[in-house]
């Protein structure tokens, strides 16, 4: 059976949600879709679950079950779902978020009109917590040609708008014919894989529509639990993500939307550092928050290419000059830095 729009949920340990998130997706309003679980080595009661909707709900025809022999994390399940995917299109959903029941109605009909490689809906986040609610939506946008979706995404270089790739309906041609795949790490694998991804679409399509619901739920996919150590590698693996990044924006910078590109890379890398120096005490070894710290602070270009910028110039070559320096120079000036960043945001407050 050849589907026109595969929903592929990677599945590991969410019993709790997996019920809520399974029914979502089997209740949509548009028919041909096919329900790809990727059971990544389930040790509670998921996949029984699933498999219960298999033989009782209406729908069940429609899901599928792909397992690995292993665990091998949410990167090389989404792997697994792209390549076993029979759907025209595709659609990322976590185990324990929900999609309203247009969702790929709207998105489906709005790829088919514009023929569009990636089709993104606006979403809710509601914290689990205190229920508090944040809409997050787009304008709408139609746009075509290969630099579009990159200036688009890096046209805020400090805060862009498109983070995650849930919520998102992919042409599978697309991903399949560019070879687009998911680096096989543990954390931030939507973060690298966007950026892989980006140079890549030559069409896109935002519209207004809330069809995804986050829930920030304490031990989701995407929220870390409150800690009192953070183990060295996850420093590591964060810094490793940010160097990629920064590696791959090196190979555009003669685009358009290059300056954006490293620009917005700079600023992640800057801001992990300071975060490594606040957090340095947790970390287990310290000794890994210097050197990794340093390693972020480098930036990739030199003052010839970066005289060239438009907009982000100083900026550019202050971090250029400060990631030549010595750590024990680079470390006081990230400090002052943030004393810095807390002095004004006081003085902000109190001026309200």
């Known amino acids: 059976i050849m589907y026109k729009v595969t929903i592929a949920i990677p599945l590991y340990n969410a019993e709790r949600y997996i019920q809520e998130t399974l029914l979502s997706a089997l209740e949509q309003t548009f028919e041909s879709i096919e329900i790809l679980i990727i059971d990544d080595k389930s040790t509670d009661g998921s996949i029984s679950i699933v498999k219960n909707f298999q033989q009782t709900h209406p729908h069940g025809k429609n899901i599928r079950i792909c397992s690995h022999k292993t665990n091998q994390g949410v990167a090389m399940a989404r792997n697994t779902a792209i390549a076993n995917a029979m759907g025209e299109y595709f659609f990322f959903l976590d185990s324990d978020d929900l999609i309203t029941p247009d969702c790929i109605s709207l998105l489906y009909e709005t790829a088919q009109t514009n023929g569009s490689d990636v089709t993104i809906g606006s979403y809710k986040e509601t914290h689990y917590k205190d ?21 688009f995404l890096y046209s805020y270089p400090y805060y862009p708008p498109y983070k995650t790739i849930w ?10 014919e560019k ?3 998911f680096d096989n790490i543990r954390k931030c694998e939507d973060t690298l894989f966007i950026a892989q991804m980006a140079p890549e679409v030559e069409s896109y399509t935002t519209i207004s529509d809330i069809t995804y619901m986050y829930n920030k739920r304490e031990g989701s996919l995407c929220q870390y639990n409150p800690r009192t150590t953070i183990p060295a590698e996850e420093i590591e693996l964060q810094t490793y993500v940010r160097i990629r990044i920064k590696n791959i924006a090196t190979q555009y910078i003669d685009n358009t939307y290059g300056e954006h590109f490293m620009t917005h890379a700079m600023m992640s890398s800057f ?13 287990v070894p310290r000794e890994v928050a210097d050197s990794t710290a340093k390693q972020l602070l480098d930036h990739p270009l030199n003052l010839n290419k970066i005289r060239y910028f438009k907009k982000y110039k100083k900026i550019n070559i202050v971090w250029m000059l400060l990631g030549k320096l010595p750590y024990s120079i680079q470390k006081p000036c990230l400090i ?9 945001r ?6 309200r």
């Open 167 to 176: 919520n998102t309906l992919f042409k599978l041609s697309f991903l399949t």
């Open 336 to 344: 002052c830095f943030q004393y810095g960043i807390k002095w004004y």
């Open 179 to 181: 070879r687009l795949k």
């Open 131 to 151: 229920f508090k609610e944040k809409v997050f939506r787009f304008s709408y946008q139609n746009m075509k040609g290969k630099d579009k979706f990159i200036s």
């Open 346 to 351: 006081k003085l902000k407050h109190r001026m």
């Open 271 to 283: 801001e992990a550092a300071c975060i490594i120096l606040n957090k340095k005490k947790l970390i």
